[in-house]
């Protein structure tokens, strides 16, 4: 059953951002691949406008034993615009920009 009216979730995206592939989406019309760990989420509709809420996760491939290369990443929101959100993944233990096997994205405000 879906869920409409104040504070419900506006628009989400699981995605693989190694091959830019989206699994599935709720209100997002694309990606924007931005250079290694870079992207930006684009809405289908609209947010009213830059003032509305993101959450961001991140996660190497999965793998049954954990190591360094699969493990610790990091997705965080960037720069806000009504209708995208720029996203940024990163392994905060070297700190460098990653491609990501495993990218979720959360937005909630109101829309347009």
Known sequence: MAYFGDNAVRAWVNFNLSNSSIRDDFNISGLNDNGT???????????????????????GAYSTSLTSSNYNRYAEATVRNAGSVGVACYAPNNAVFVDISYCGVIICGDLS
């Open 37 to 59: 760990g870079r992207f930006d989420v684009n809405i289908d509709t609209d947010m009213a406008n830059e003032n509305y809420s993101v959450v961001a996760t991140g996660s």
